[in-house]
């Protein structure tokens, strides 16, 4: 009974359920868009017994650098879902307000959303590519937050930057367009943040646990002009980011670690055109999208194909999309954990 502390909307949710929180037993994991690049880093654990910078200094200048803005346009936050959360809850009003989401794509803005109370609009990818700004904005009604994922998880598609631009002009005045670049360093000649100046409403998400391999740090940065970075800093916890982790972060950003991640993801862009030539040659592969982002997803003629796979230790992320449940995204592991993934279609290949 005790549940019923919380109101009825928070009873009515389920916690948020993946491989890891499930338990799953596996030898190898593509299932979560992760570096297979694990690295070491120095930690100097003296200063614990006080608080740390609420947005350390050194990591924020880093990643202003990195991204080619001023300090003031950046907010660190615990992973770019802290970032999807804030923005939620600085933006929309519990029971009246609502977000736009263009679907299939990432989940936490409908968890984050349903969470707060906050109405989803629900609208297609294909509308997002290439409807008439007059539509978009039929559609997406009085959306505070337009969520705009590029490259789009699961579907591995980006938006040209014109369109990205043509997006955020059609709402000038009307909503906030969020671009989460989550993946953005597979493909950087794309993203939004080069119009961060130019434009009042437009917020850029993004993360170290893809590109970066740090997934486990949890250290995300909101990219904005100085006016919603503030109002965001409003809804912001005391010391979001630990000592230990801006210490990481620190290492993590600079320009010679910066370079080896540069040649990791040529490394992963690669072995991605490698995995997609051989999925497509596999009869049992309905259908590969084209990927811009650290993973495939694919249609399989057989969902028991899937199954099989797990039941062997090879963990990937299986989902329904339009109706039907035979599709899966692939991580692009390393060279070793690929091969687990051809054995795999050799073994369904008959
Ligand atoms: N956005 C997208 C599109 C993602 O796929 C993910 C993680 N899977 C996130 C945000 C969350 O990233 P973080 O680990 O920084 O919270």
Redesign the pocket.
Same mark, same amino acid.
Do not use: H
């Given at each position: 009974m005790s549940r019923e502390f919380a109101p009825e909307y928070i009873q009515s949710l389920k916690a948020y359920s993946s491989a890891k929180s499930e338990k799953l037993t596996g030898s190898t994991w593509l299932n #979560? $868009?992760e570096s297979p690049y694990a690295k070491e880093y120095a930690l100097n654990l003296d200063n614990l017994n006080r608080y740390p910078d609420p947005q350390p200094e050194n990591v924020i200048n880093a990643y202003a650098r990195y991204s080619n803005l001023a300090g003031e346009n950046i907010l660190m936050t615990? @992973? /770019?879902?802290? @970032?999807?959360e804030l923005l939620v809850r600085t933006f929309c009003q519990n029971g009246k307000d609502s977000i736009a989401q263009f679907l299939p +794509?990432?989940g936490?803005y409908k968890v984050t959303a349903e969470s707060a109370n906050v109405a989803l609009v629900d609208l297609s990818q294909a509308l997002l590519i290439d409807a008439p700004q007059s539509e978009l904005l039929d559609c997406v009604g009085n959306a505070k937050l337009v969520f705009v994922?590029n490259p789009? $998880?699961p579907t591995g598609n980006v938006l040209p930057l014109s369109r990205i631009e043509e997006i955020v002009k059609a709402f000038e005045d009307k909503a906030i367009v969020v671009v989460?670049e #989550?993946?953005i360093e597979f493909c950087e000649e794309f993203t939004a943040a080069g119009l961060i100046e130019k434009y009042q409403n437009l917020v850029v998400?993004r993360?170290?646990?893809?590109a970066f391999a740090l /997934?486990g740090l949890? +250290? @995300?940065f909101v990219l904005s002009n100085p006016e919603l970075i503030n109002t965001m800093r409003k809804v912001l916890a005391p010391y979001p980011v630990s000592s230990v982790v801006a210490a990481i972060a620190e290492q993590a950003l600079t320009s010679c670690n910066i370079s080896s991640v540069k040649r990791q993801v040529s490394i992963i862009n690669n072995n991605r055109a490698t995995l997609i030539n051989q999925l497509s040659a596999c009869k049992h592969v309905r259908k590969v999208l084209p990927s811009f982002a650290n993973f495939v997803t694919i249609q399989l003629s057989d969902k028991a194909h899937i199954a099989a796979a797990m039941q062997s230790g090879l963990i990937m992320r299986p989902f329904t999309l339009y109706g039907e449940d035979n599709w899966l995204r692939i991580s692009i592991g390393s060279e070793q954990e690929l091969n687990v993934v051809f054995n795999w279609l050799v073994e369904i290949n008959g």
């Open positions: #979560a $868009n615990r @992973g /770019a879902d802290e @970032g999807i +794509t990432y936490m994922c789009n $998880n989460d #989550a993946y998400l993360t170290l646990s893809k /997934a949890r +250290t @995300g």
